[in-house]
């Protein structure tokens, strides 16, 4: 099983269903999941993005989602945009006050072929409809890359709706990974014939890359796992404290891990996906955990 850092923190969801954007969550796929990146039900499930199982940054294992847009004029799938909200009785991890939690960039490790992207991030909330107004560039054929798209108040551009950027974003019911010349939601997204191969899609805090330097400080198997989960720190993670919550944000386990290796009865949790929190006083790393 792939070995990779989940630096920060993932979801955490409100008892009445609806989720909250947590600083640093990460979406790493290494569920096998989508985790609700799709495109709109009319394009069919064949044309949906889909969970890749090996190939991504890390290389082997490691699991990454792949989406390619057809190019086809006014028909679904056309275009280089996939989206994150609640769906059919899912809850996003991708929505709510983006304010109040620091978030002021979303970071990802993208590959592009076919042809060459300009990746935007465009958010709804509000009532308001709004696209970052500078792209980040990805050329076809340069393997994979990461990229940071700022996300502060400034960084958009109003597509439609009344209220503020700065409001926007203390609401957002849905975020948006796009492909467009200029700022855009869907109707003045241009379609375009590519692949997009994207992964760790990164809450950030910050602006820096100073984070990847932190990659395999923490790592977690089996994953998933139906009695024993096992917890394996790097040195300099040394004495930390390790915190587990159900998505409902109920702590279920708390402890401090007094060697680099420890093990977690889990047999009589509940079926489901936790956050195993790991916390020194200089940083804290999170990564999901599925109890099957």
């Not at 850092?5 to 955490?12: C, G, N, P, V």
């Not at 056309?78 to 899912?90: I, V």
């Not at 503020?164 to 014939?193: F, H, K, M, Y």
């Amino acid at each position: 099983m792939k070995t990779k850092l989940l630096f920060l923190s993932l979801l955490l969801t409100t008892a009445i269903g609806l989720s909250q954007v947590i600083a640093g969550q990460v979406d790493d796929f290494e569920d096998g999941t989508t985790q609700l990146w799709r495109i709109g039900s009319a394009a069919g499930p064949s044309m949906q993005p889909m969970n890749i199982s090996s190939g991504g940054p890390d290389g082997a294992d490691d699991n990454f989602l792949q989406y390619s847009s057809t190019g086809v004029d006014e028909a679904a799938g056309g275009k280089m945009l996939f989206y994150n909200s609640n769906f059919a009785g899912n809850t996003s991890q991708w929505t709510s006050n983006y304010i109040a939690q620091g978030i002021v960039a979303i970071k990802m490790d993208v590959n592009v072929s076919v042809n060459d992207l300009n990746l935007r991030i465009a958010v709804q909330g509000n009532g308001t409809q709004m696209c970052t107004t500078n792209a980040v560039p990805v050329s076809a054929g340069s393997g994979w890359t990461s990229v940071i798209i700022p996300i502060s108040p400034s960084d958009f551009t109003i597509i439609s709706g009344s209220s503020t950027a700065s409001s926007a974003l203390t609401s957002i019911s849905q975020i948006r990974i796009l492909s467009n010349e200029s700022p855009g939601w869907s109707s003045d997204v241009n379609e375009i014939q590519a692949t997009l191969g994207v992964d760790n899609i990164t809450a950030s805090t910050t602006l820096s890359t100073q984070e990847l330097a932190l990659k395999n400080e923490f790592e977690i198997s089996p994953n998933p796992a139906t009695s024993k989960l096992n917890i394996n720190l790097s040195t300099n993670l040394d004495n930390a404290n390790v915190t587990v919550y159900d998505v409902l944000g109920k702590k279920v386990y708390s402890a401090q891990m007094n060697s680099l290796s420890s093990s977690i009865d889990v047999s009589k949790w509940n079926t489901g996906v936790y956050l195993v929190r790991v916390s020194t006083n200089t940083q804290t790393l999170t990564k999901r955990f599925v109890k099957q």
